[in-house]
């Protein structure tokens, strides 16, 4: 079998920026990568496989306009086309601090700067092409990991967010926002089975379905909230608790004291 680079061809589904990427039979599915085909698809893509997600982005703009401390600075770690970033530019009130937002792929950022530019608010934004593993925090008071801990690696995940803490000032606050494993099986497979049922409900055919799945499951690694709980506690991180749950996808917040 080859490997073939899903595609998204149907002229009615491009200009809605309709995601079709897993829509045509593939023979093996490559790994997902957030490449130009996603950028284009991907507020639509987001919306109908992410339950809650617009909720979660709204709220990191409410966390963002309690805890931002003036002079300091905002991070949105993994920020795809800007959704948190704009969340929270909208909200924060506190003289002197602006956003850093942060990704790795080069088409997500260039999209995400076509989209800033074209917000009106005044809080400035430095954009970043980078790895989260390498950009430097410091002076944050308010930090985002909107879907993003769940693509690192997860030996990698511990020296990220001790670095997080170390650059976050006392009073901070981190939010995560993750897929969710469960240890217990059998809820494990209902919420993955709610989870499908969401997406066919939001127009994905099984077909398109069992293909990202292919393509995510070497990608995408979830953790339980236990395991997320007590790594970010032994760092340091205090009063870490769930916000949001619907099925397997969460938000959760913790403090630097
Ligand atoms: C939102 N937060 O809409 N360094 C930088 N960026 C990375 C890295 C890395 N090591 N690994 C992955 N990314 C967004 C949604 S999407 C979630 C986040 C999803 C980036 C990757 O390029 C992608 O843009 C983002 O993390 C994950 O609020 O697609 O499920």
């Given at each position: 079998?080859?490997t073939?680079?899903?595609?998204?061809d149907?002229?009615?589904?491009k200009?809605?920026n309709?995601?079709?990427?897993y829509?045509?039979p593939l023979?093996?599915?490559?790994?997902?990568v957030?490449?130009?085909?996603?950028v284009?698809?991907?507020?639509?893509?987001?919306?109908?496989s992410?339950?809650?997600?617009?909720?979660?982005?709204?709220?990191?703009?409410?966390?963002?306009?309690?805890y931002?401390?003036s002079?300091?600075?905002?991070y949105?770690?993994?920020?795809?086309l800007?959704a948190?970033?704009l969340?929270?530019?909208?909200r924060?009130?506190a003289a002197?601090?602006?956003?850093?937002?942060v990704?790795?792929?080069?088409d997500?950022?260039e999209?995400?700067?076509?989209?800033?530019d074209?917000?009106?608010a005044?809080?400035p934004?430095?954009l970043?092409?980078?790895?989260?593993l390498?950009?430097e925090?410091?002076?944050?008071?308010?930090?985002v990991?909107?879907?993003?801990?769940q693509?690192?690696?997860l030996k990698q995940?511990q020296?990220?967010?001790?670095?997080?803490?170390q650059?976050?000032?006392p009073?901070?606050?981190l939010?995560i926002?993750e897929?969710?494993?469960f240890s217990n099986?059998?809820h494990?497979e209902?919420?993955?089975?709610?989870?499908h049922?969401?997406?066919k409900?939001n127009g994905?055919?099984?077909?398109?379905?069992?293909?990202?799945?292919?393509a995510i499951e070497?990608?995408?690694?979830p953790?339980?909230?236990d395991?997320h709980?007590q790594r970010?506690?032994?760092?340091?991180?205090?009063?870490t608790?769930?916000?949001?749950?619907?099925?397997?996808?969460?938000?959760?917040?913790t403090f630097?004291?």
């Open positions: 079998m080859t073939v680079k899903p595609n998204n149907n002229k009615h589904d200009e809605n309709k995601d079709t990427i829509s045509e023979g093996k599915v490559a790994d997902f957030f490449d130009k085909s996603v284009n698809v991907f507020p639509d893509m987001i919306k109908r992410v339950p809650g997600y617009s909720t979660i982005v709204h709220m990191i703009g409410q966390f963002a306009e309690r931002n401390q002079g300091s600075k905002c949105d770690l993994g920020c795809s800007g948190a970033t969340a929270m530019r909208h924060i009130t002197d601090t602006h956003i850093v937002a990704d790795n792929s080069a997500m950022v999209r995400c700067r076509q989209v800033i074209a917000d009106s005044e809080v934004v430095e970043i092409h980078d790895d989260i390498k950009v925090i410091t002076n944050a008071s308010v930090c990991l909107n879907f993003t801990l693509f690192i690696p995940r020296q990220l967010l001790t670095k997080i803490y650059g976050m000032l009073g901070g606050i939010i926002s897929k969710l494993k099986n059998h494990n209902l919420m993955t089975e709610f989870h049922y969401f997406k409900t994905y055919s099984d077909m398109e379905i069992a293909q990202k799945r292919n070497n990608v995408l690694i953790e339980s909230f395991v709980r970010l506690e032994d760092i340091g991180f205090k009063n608790e769930l916000w949001f749950q619907c099925f397997n996808f969460s938000s959760f917040i630097k004291q």
